[in-house]
T-cell receptor, first 116, second 117 residues
Framework: DAMVIQNPRYQVTQFGKPVTLSCSQT?????MYWYQQKSSQAPKLLFH???????NEADTPDNFQSRRPNTSFCFLDIRSPGLGDAAMYLC???????????????FGAGTRLSVL | AQKVTQAQTEISVVEKEDVTLDCVYE???????LFWYKQPPSGELVFLIR??????QNEISGRYSWNFQKSTSSFNFTITASQVVDSAVYFC??????????????FGKGMKLTVNP
């Protein structure tokens, strides 16, 4: 059974039209991450939630926002998608009890976003 | 700075061949963790293994084995008797704990393995 679930698997949006991607987890993990992965590249961390605390990466554009209404759900909002935002967006979760303990991240299947 | 290098970008083998995926890392930390993830065409990154810097024992899991050598800063992954289902992109990753920040993963660029029947 899938433990990190991303919906939808494929999303098409128009240039400049806001879009929201969702992630849910059944693992009760306290940390949730959002990554952007462009074709033939490594995943790039956008931000993560440690419990309710939001941690943004320094180079994440303001166009990207996130919400975590409860432990199980996390959303990625792209306020005004550009052509360069077309990518696979991956959600991951981790149970972090101790920082620096090599906590394993578990990934969802991703949402592939196309921008027309 | 933390860095992971996967020099091979793409390898193609015939089924039943053995294949080794190289991973070299750089770290400022004395305690760190290394990971391998598999990304099949479906897109999900699948966790394969985690190894901490104090454990240099090689590990075997079925057809998979990992060779960790601190002296050469390498954490190589070998698939024995490869199968078509092994076709995927494989990522090596290193834990990063910035001062005052949260733990993250630093990924290599990935290596695409194609196993042909």
């Amino acid at each position: 059974d899938a433990m990190v679930i991303q919906n939808p698997r494929y999303q098409v949006t128009q240039f400049g039209k806001p879009v929201t991607l969702s992630c849910s987890q059944t693992l009760n993990h306290n940390v949730m991450y959002w990554y952007q992965q462009k074709s033939s590249q490594a995943p790039k961390l956008l931000f993560h939630y440690y419990d309710k605390d939001f941690n943004n990466e320094a180079d994440t554009p303001d166009n990207f926002q996130s919400r975590r209404p409860n432990t199980s759900f996390c959303f990625l909002d792209i306020r005004s998608p550009g052509l360069g935002d077309a990518a696979m967006y991956l959600c991951a979760t981790s149970r972090v009890l101790l920082a620096g303990a090599g906590n394993i991240q578990y990934f969802g299947a991703g949402t592939r976003l196309s921008v027309l | 700075a933390q860095k992971v290098t996967q020099a091979q970008t793409e390898i193609s083998v015939v089924e039943k061949e053995d294949v080794t995926l190289d991973c070299v890392y750089e770290t400022r930390d004395t305690t760190y963790y290394l990971f391998w993830y598999k990304q099949p065409p479906s897109g999900e990154l699948v966790f394969l293994i985690r190894r901490n810097s104090f454990d240099e024992q090689n590990e075997i899991s079925g057809r998979y084995s990992w060779n960790f050598q601190k002296s050469t800063s390498s954490f190589n992954f070998t698939i024995t008797a490869s199968q078509v289902v092994d076709s995927a992109v494989y990522f090596c990753a290193l834990s990063d704990l910035p001062q005052g920040g949260s733990e993250k993963l630093v990924f290599g660029k990935g290596m695409k393995l194609t196993v042909n029947p």
